[in-house]
């Protein structure tokens, strides 16, 4: 059994302690008196983060629990492979359990440290620089932790996501597994970076809580690696920005449906005229023959019967092809309309909170280091301001991904229906308590939105006769929702086929599920 929350409660971190012997080492030898809101203030910051963080790993330890393979007769790989994925959830669940915590030091308690540091500095008051000193560990450590665990789930992934590409050496299955190992192996190496940048800061916050000789070095050096990894992580979000922008100008591309296909469409309404035409031409001849007299009257009434039913039907399945037709423009005119929108929204969270927030994080690094580097400890102004203004546009980003994905969350269950495979029998809806509860669950995916539902929709416009739903697709709907996949990046390059064995995919129903995989992820990524 997990050990129980209150335990921890007995137990003080050193970033408390020091400032508490501090503080009674002070009142005996006279030291200037300090505001006491001040100081409970970073107490509770302090303690806030190791009290988070024990209960963040109970709610881990209690979430893997069950988790043990169903079965004894496993072999020893597939027991090493469980294992390691067990290892992997319990890890990945931590973290997410971290990022709530995370979020708030970086967009709070870091630039209240700040602004504390500057407010010391200017008073020369060596009793609140250790509070904030004290403060300053402890939103260290937690940046570290969260950073340190990120790290090692997504070198995890990369590595598992490497054997799927081998294991898939083509099709949707090896291109989102090639994708997300790359992509998870440069997260890899920002997170290492990043641990080793919030290493810094805990050494710089120690140097300045012992007052060592070269806590100005230290709080150099610490500036350096916060410039560096903010630099490095801003040219990442500016160039995952112009990724999406590309995407967002390959989709416009493609026009408006309503133009592209206006002449198959006018195509389509003439048949379905001429068809009605010639159905009420057979209808004037029936009534023709039924008036007629003579010999051979009842076999020519039969004819024209026949001949009526006939014209009948085509004009019938002429404006029922006109119909879905009309229906497929629609839809192709949605689905394109919400892969712009989602690379616009990508564009300006990877420009605001990254390029922007990032690159500024990393101007106050710059100022931290010279402030350092000419003036001792002293806190630069500058270097504050622009710390928090770095800060504020990365919480600002990271609230908003959060409440986004929340009210997804929301919604999933809540109102199944609206996002439910067309002809299929939605989950029934949760109440209202369950569905704020699972809204409430941020470590969860949301795995039934709209995203998933626009990916159904390119998928079934874009697959062969074959596959349910597509076999009365027209031609011309079919190639423009395949010109789609291809400006998704999810193309015959990407998944090293040919053009030919590409669309033999699009009709393969075993395929279905990671195609429509494979779009979802494209459309979120750039």
């Known amino acids: 059994m997990s050990t129980p929350v209150h335990r921890t409660s007995t137990r003080q971190s050193a970033a408390v302690l020091t400032p508490a012997r501090q503080r009674r080492e002070g009142s005996r030898t006279g030291s200037p008196s300090r505001n006491p809101a001040e100081h409970a203030l970073l107490q509770l910051q302090s303690s806030a983060g190791n009290r988070a963080t024990t209960a963040a790993v109970q709610r881990a330890r209690g979430a893997d629990k069950g988790m043990a393979p169903e079965g004894g ?22 973290k ?24 010391a500095a200017a008073a020369a008051n060596e009793g609140l620089k250790h509070s904030t000193a004290a403060s300053g560990t402890s939103a260290a450590s937690g940046n570290l932790l969260t950073e340190a665990a990120g790290t090692v789930v997504n070198g995890m992934d990369a590595y598992k996501n490497m054997k799927d590409t081998r ?121 023709a023959y039924w008036k007629h007299e003579g010999e051979g009257r009842l076999e020519l009434v039969s004819e024209a019967i026949d001949a009526a039913w006939e014209a009948m039907g085509e004009a019938r399945d002429a404006a029922e092809s006109l119909r879905r037709a009309e229906q497929d423009v629609e839809k192709l005119n949605t689905v394109q309309g919400y892969a712009k929108k989602k690379q616009l929204t990508k564009i300006g969270k990877e420009t605001v ?52 994905a929340a009210t997804k969350r929301y919604e999933e269950v809540r109102h199944p229906e609206r996002w439910a495979p067309e002809g299929g029998n939605p989950a029934e809806a949760a109440s209202r308590g369950e569905s704020l509860k699972h809204a409430l669950a941020f470590w969860k995916k949301v795995s039934k939105g709209e995203r998933q539902a626009m990916a159904r929709e390119i998928y079934t416009l874009a697959a062969g006769p074959d596959i349910p739903g597509s076999g009365s697709t027209t031609a011309e709907m079919r190639e423009s929702a395949r010109a789609l996949l291809i400006a998704l990046k999810s193309g015959p390059a990407q998944h090293k086929l040919e053009p030919e064995a590409w669309e033999g995919t699009l009709n393969d129903p075993a395929k279905s599920a990671g195609w429509i995989k494979e779009i979802a992820e494209q459309l979120a990524s750039g």
Not at 395 to 401: D, I
């Open 73 to 94: 007769g496993a072999s020893a790989g597939a027991k090493k492979k469980d294992y390691r994925d067990r290892i992997a959830g319990l890890l990945d669940r931590f």
């Open 96 to 119: 997410k359990n971290l990022e709530p915590i995370d979020t708030f030091i970086k967009g709070v308690q870091t630039p209240t440290n700040a602004g504390f540091t500057q407010q």
């Open 167 to 287: 294991k898939h050496e083509s099709g949707a299955a090896h291109h989102t597994a090639k994708k997300k190992a790359k992509t998870k192996g440069v997260d890899t190496v920002v997170g290492a970076a990043g641990s080793g940048s919030y290493s810094a800061a805990i050494a710089k916050e120690v140097t300045k809580i012992q007052k060592a000789a070269d806590a100005a070095v230290a709080s150099e050096a610490s500036g350096i690696a916060s410039a560096s990894i903010g630099a490095i992580k801003g040219m990442r979000a500016a160039f995952r920005a112009g990724g999406a922008a590309r995407k967002y100008m390959k989709v416009k591309e493609l026009g408006d449906p309503h133009l592209v296909h206006a002449g198959s469409l006018a195509r389509l309404n003439e048949s379905r005229e001429q068809a009605g035409w010639a159905a009420a031409e057979a209808y004037v001849a029936l009534d």
């Open 353 to 404: 909170g990254g390029a922007v927030g990032e690159s500024t994080k990393a101007a106050a690094g710059v100022v931290t280091a010279v402030a350092a580097g000419t003036a001792g400890l002293a806190s630069n102004p500058v270097g504050w301001g622009l710390a928090g203004a770095g800060a504020g546009l990365v919480l600002g980003v990271t609230l908003y991904k959060a409440l986004r």
